[in-house]
């Protein structure tokens, strides 16, 4: 397993800096927690490592190696809407078998196989492999995502918002979900969220986002007890009068 690292990285759409020299690094089988404030830059900063947005300056890299644009090898993203990235008219056990690895030598019935068996780890019925994404409840949807994800067999995934679009009462076991894969495949996580209690429940460490800088970093009871930056106390006590809300 590699540790995905980001170094002095910039980002901009123009002239505007979304990303300003930021470095963090997501150890191997480790969760990091990326919070911050709407529009700060923590999705174009998962986008700019799966390549899906160019870097302007810096450098990322996954077990030392730099990410080139549009090679997602070693690192996968799973997005907020886990239906606006699934093909309506494939069935969720096509749109999984097409993420795994090429070339593996896997026959038909292994690959129906290691389908099955990717669907049971995120605790959806194998028996199930031929429906639609229509058929299945948003919850369903996004631990299929998380299935697809895991099918190309990702040193670290990219989470981004995952689970924003869900019911409160389903977040919490998508949440269960991404801790148990952590232990069992020791898979490693950019967890990023707006949501500061999802976030302290699933990382090892949160990484704090301010205007495209990560302002602080640590484990996220001492961030969330101790906060050591200004921005942070903003964000916690904005948390809090949510909770309260
Ligand atoms: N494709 C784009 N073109 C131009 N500007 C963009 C683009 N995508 C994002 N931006 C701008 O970049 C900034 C950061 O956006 P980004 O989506 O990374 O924020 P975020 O932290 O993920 O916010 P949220 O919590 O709302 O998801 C915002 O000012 C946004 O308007
Ligand atoms: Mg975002």
């Known amino acids: 397993m590699n540790a995905l690292e980001f170094r ?12 300003d020299s930021l ?27 799966v390549g899906l947005v160019p870097v302007a300056g810096g450098s990322i890299t996954l077990g030392g190696k730099p990410i080139r644009n549009g090679s997602l090898h070693g690192l996968q993203m799973v997005f907020q809407d886990p239906y606006a990235s699934f093909d309506p008219r494939m069935s969720i056990g096509r749109s999984v078998a097409e993420a795994l690895p090429q070339g593996g030598g896997l026959s038909k019935a292994q690959r129906q196989q290691r389908v099955e068996q990717l669907l049971e780890q995120v605790s959806i019925d194998p028996a199930r492999h031929g429906e639609r994404p229509g058929q299945l409840s948003g919850g369903q949807r996004q631990r299929v995502g998380i299935a697809r994800a895991l099918a190309a067999e990702p040193s670290v995934i990219v989470a981004d918002e995952i689970t924003s679009a869900l019911d409160a009462s389903v977040q919490g076991a998508v949440l269960n979900l991404v801790r148990n894969l952590q232990t069992t495949l020791s898979v ?28 602080e970093m640590g484990p996220g009871d001492r961030v969330v007890h101790a906060p050591e930056h200004p921005y942070t106390r903003t964000l916690l006590d904005a948390a809090r009068l949510e909770l309260q809300a």
């Open 23 to 49: 470095s963090l690094t997501v150890p191997a089988g480790k969760i990091i927690g990326l919070v911050g404030e709407s529009g700060c830059g923590k999705s174009t900063l998962g986008r700019a490592a």
């Open 8 to 19: 002095d990285v910039t980002v901009a759409y123009g002239s505007h800096v979304v990303v």
């Open 188 to 215: 490693g996580m950019l967890f990023i969220s707006h949501n500061m209690a999802a976030v302290r429940y699933v990382s090892d460490e949160i990484a704090v986002m301010h205007e495209g800088k990560i302002v």
